[in-house]
């Protein structure tokens, strides 16, 4: 039972340059998120996907899309990167109840050039 | 608007004294609330919860008290270890919404000085 986990770990990108994070998580939940936490601005939401098949819009979804590819997995992707999007990356889920805990990956550090 | 406040960027305590971490929140609709601790290069990790039907929680040396009137919270950690050095980040949710959001406030840095 791995939990939550995140691909990559690290990555460097260039301006114009487009990528996808990945997460899965293992324990059949179906509520899935992405944050980013940048220096004194704590976790920030960029989007969620409430079940299978659905994503909304979090607080900072701009250059930013989602894909709830399965119930496990739950891909970032930037088209377009900008050195604004410099963050680390945290993906988590949680399940269905509305007080179960949001259980965290380790995060993808990002710095774009 | 920041709906989840943590006005202490950092706190320093000697350990085996108590830590206060404070945090206060705007949103009425929020009952239920959430402590996360998180160590350098890792995730965020869960620490403790309280609903607003009660106004403390406690496990172990963590204790967590809510004041609904005030809208404030904070978690109190007796005695202090110098493992207990991480950011803790206060959460906030709806629950009776159905998308199971949580609004995180910036987080306190806690440092225990052996």
């Known amino acids: 039972n791995a939990g939550v986990t995140q691909t990559p770990k690290f990555q460097v990108l260039k301006t114009g340059q487009s990528m996808t994070l990945q997460c899965a998580q293992d324990m059949n939940h179906n509520s899935m998120y992405w944050y980013r936490q940048d220096p004194g601005m704590g976790l920030r939401l960029i989007y969620y996907s409430a079940s299978e098949g659905t994503t909304d819009k979090g607080e900072v979804p701009n250059g930013y899309n989602v894909s709830r590819l399965n119930k496990r997995e739950f891909s970032l992707r930037l088209e377009s990167a900008a050195p604004s999007q410099t963050s680390v990356y945290f993906c988590?889920?949680?399940?269905?109840?509305?007080?179960?805990?949001?259980?965290f990956g380790p995060g993808t550090r990002l710095t774009v050039l | 608007d920041q709906q989840v406040k943590q006005n202490s960027p950092s706190l320093s305590v000697q350990e085996g004294r108590i830590s206060i971490l404070n945090c206060d929140y705007t949103?009425?609709?929020?009952?239920?609330f959430l402590w996360y601790k998180k160590y350098p290069a890792e995730g965020p990790t869960f620490l403790i919860s309280?609903?607003?039907?009660?106004d403390k929680n406690e496990d172990g040396r963590f204790t967590v008290f809510l004041n609904k009137s005030a809208k404030h919270l904070s978690l109190h950690i007796v005695p202090s270890q110098p493992g207990d050095s991480a950011v803790y980040f206060c959460a906030a949710s709806d629950s009776g919404g159905s998308n199971y959001k949580l609004t995180f406030g910036k987080g306190t840095l806690l440092t225990v000085n052996p």
């Open positions: 949103n009425s609709m929020f009952d239920y």
């Open positions: 988590a889920s949680t399940g269905t109840g509305s007080t179960d805990t949001q259980y």
């Open positions: 309280i609903s607003s039907i009660k």
